[in-house]
């Protein structure tokens, strides 16, 4: 599986933002996405995750209510959609897959593959 994240940039606080990640692999259906964050410091944090084939969503308590992940399966695409971006969100977002089952949607250490990373900074 390999991943490219794209979509990062400059915004204002209360702004939004939609990440892009491209997805390619075999059988992508046994597979679930998710975003992290790390900024400069700081360990990597759990964003949000959902299965490719479609099922629960999970969302970080930081941005819960302001981020949503989505996937188009006719596109091979993850989205993170961003909304009333705040300084403190300013981090190198990665997207990522693990195999379904294969420990907890929140656990960074549970994904076996990561995109490359893609840069927001939310000032004004």
């Known amino acids: 599986v390999q991943l490219q994240a794209s979509g990062g940039g400059l915004v204002q606080p209360g702004g939004s933002l939609t990440l892009s990640c491209q997805v390619t692999?075999?059988?992508?259906?046994?597979?679930?996405m998710g975003w992290f964050r790390q900024a400069p410091g700081k360990e990597r944090e759990f964003v949000a995750a959902?299965?490719?084939?479609?099922?629960?969503?999970f969302a970080g308590d930081s941005v819960k209510g302001r981020f949503t992940i989505s996937t188009d399966n006719a596109k091979n695409a993850v989205y993170l959609q961003m909304n009333s971006l705040k300084p403190e969100d300013t981090a190198v977002y990665y997207c990522?897959?693990?195999?379904?089952?294969?420990?907890?949607?929140?656990?960074?250490?549970?994904?076996?593959?990561w995109g490359q990373g893609t840069l927001v900074t939310v000032s004004s």
């Open positions: 959902e299965r490719w084939s479609g099922g629960p969503r």
């Open positions: 692999g075999p059988t992508l259906d046994y597979y679930a």
């Open positions: 990522a897959a693990r195999l379904i089952g294969r420990g907890s949607p929140v656990d960074k250490n549970a994904y076996d593959y």
